[in-house]
């Protein structure tokens, strides 16, 4: 069983910044694509930002310029850096694993709350 363990996150002013990070319990290099999604009680969960093996990263139009992920493989995690946060911004984040074994179940973090205040 892998355990994804979110941190991070908390409140911050509009234009500020905050980095999650996720610590993975198994190498992420058994890991294809890594991501952060967010979800308010208004809306579905949402992919915010992906990252596959080779590093590529591909964004959600609204936090593109803004939100950076990695991965580090040596210490089996994934990071989103959140700059000029905006009050839209606030969500709980999670954060997704996905396995190269393509019978092996996906797993999500528990969830960590962002609140951007205007």
């Known amino acids: 069983q892998v355990q994804l363990v979110e941190s991070g996150g908390g409140s911050v002013q509009a234009g500020g910044s905050l980095r999650l990070s996720c610590a993975v319990s198994?190498?992420?290099?058994?890991?294809?694509?890594l991501a952060w999604y967010r979800q308010t009680p208004e809306k579905q969960r949402e992919l915010v930002a992906m990252?596959?093996?080779?590093?590529?990263?591909n964004y959600a139009d609204s936090v593109k310029g803004r939100f950076t992920i990695s991965r580090d493989n040596a210490k089996n995690t994934v990071s989103l850096q959140m700059n000029s946060l905006k009050p839209e911004d606030t969500a709980v984040y999670y954060c997704?694993?996905?396995?190269?074994?393509?019978?092996?179940?996906?797993?999500w973090g528990q969830g960590i709350q962002v609140a951007v205040a205007s």
């Open positions: 997704y694993a996905e396995p190269l074994r393509l019978d092996e179940r996906k797993y």
């Open positions: 198994r190498s992420v290099l058994t890991m294809n694509r």
């Open positions: 990252i596959n093996r080779a590093a590529v990263a």
